[in-house]
């Protein structure tokens, strides 16, 4: 939505409280934290070519920072609710581009979707810019249907889902092909907890292109909810052969493979989403915990708990990351 669920997904707007507390996982957001998805494009809507700095700003200063990838998309995840700002800046171009920034409030169990346009110093803005992503370019979408979409993007921003799910549907019927508008509404059906719904939406989307990051992955979220781990697993490889360096992707391919039981891979995974994602995929590093109490690999448990709580001290897990290093210390 407006930055385009085409954004990775949605979702990984993941429940990884509620999930670490069950043993497995859905990505959405619950309890204390939300997850932020974005695209960042030109005033004339392409997208940007260059990792673009992201920073999540709130008084007291910087909160997180991430870099678009080569579709120009970012997420950042573990954000809990309130205001903040989120500032645009071009590492690479600072003497073309400015320096912008928005205002987004985040919600708990909503998503939040946002796109940000780059700016060129000097030059006079569209009064109304295009926003589109990158599998928007080549559809020739039609004026009504776009209208509907916008409209889509708006509602979800303002928290009012069932109402975005339904401007989704409508520019659907106006266009069945509509590629960006079938994943969001995958992604909104998602959150909804409507997967049998998403389902059909997403893998509409992949019909139209198999080979789109965000469809794929958040079919293979749809499907991991379902608990249908092998076809979870099938799909989130497609979404890895388009965006290999998706930590988001092996965090999904990680808890499926744990699910299924295969544990080498999951703990493959686990160690590459962490190692892709830094501290805002600190909670793989729970996981490998997991998995390494559950091979009676002790300290390798406590060294993963131990470097999780150094780089998510006050994060939604770290309550069960401390139980979990309590109850390894005290045997």
Do not use: W
Not at 53 to 78: C, M, P, S, W
Not at 204 to 233: C, E, H, W
């Amino acid at each position: 939505m407006k930055s385009r669920a085409f954004l990775l997904c949605l979702l990984i707007c993941v429940a990884v409280s509620s999930a670490l507390a069950q043993g497995t996982r859905s990505t959405q957001n619950s309890g204390g934290d939300g997850a932020i998805r974005g695209v960042v494009v030109l005033a004339n809507g392409s997208p940007v070519t260059e990792p673009v700095k992201i920073t999540l700003k709130v008084l007291r200063g910087d909160q997180a920072t991430t870099y678009t990838d080569r579709d120009g998309r970012f997420e950042l995840l573990h954000v809990a609710a309130g205001e903040y700002t989120i500032e645009v800046e071009a590492d690479r171009s600072r003497d073309r581009f400015e320096i912008t920034s928005e205002k987004i409030i985040v919600r708990i169990n909503t998503p939040n979707f946002i796109t940000l346009t780059l700016r060129e110093k000097g030059k006079t803005q569209e009064k109304h810019e295009r926003t589109v992503s990158v599998a928007m370019l080549d559809q020739k979408v039609p004026p009504a249907a776009k209208h509907e979409f916008d409209n889509a993007t708006q509602l979800a921003r303002e928290g009012k889902s069932d109402e975005a799910i339904a401007a989704l549907q409508r520019a659907v019927a106006l266009y069945p092909d509509y590629l960006m508008a079938l994943n969001d509404l995958g992604a909104q059906l998602l959150d909804a907890g409507r997967l049998d719904e998403a389902l059909v939406a997403l893998k509409r989307a992949t019909q139209i292109d198999p080979n789109s990051f965000n469809p794929l992955f958040n079919l293979g979220v749809v499907y991991f909810q379902k608990k249908m781990f092998a076809d979870a697993l099938a799909t989130l490889d497609r979404a890895l052969t388009a965006e290999p360096s998706s930590p988001a992707a092996h965090l999904y391919a990680g808890m499926t493979a744990a699910a299924a039981n295969d544990t080498a891979r999951a703990e493959h995974e686990f160690k590459a989403a962490h190692d892709l994602g830094g501290s805002s995929f600190a909670v793989a590093l729970v996981y490998l915990a997991r998995l390494d109490i559950k091979q009676g690999h002790k300290q390798e448990a406590i060294d993963a708990l131990q470097l999780f709580l150094r780089e998510d001290p006050a994060g939604s897990n770290s309550g069960v990351a401390r139980k979990m290093l309590a109850d390894l210390q005290a045997k």
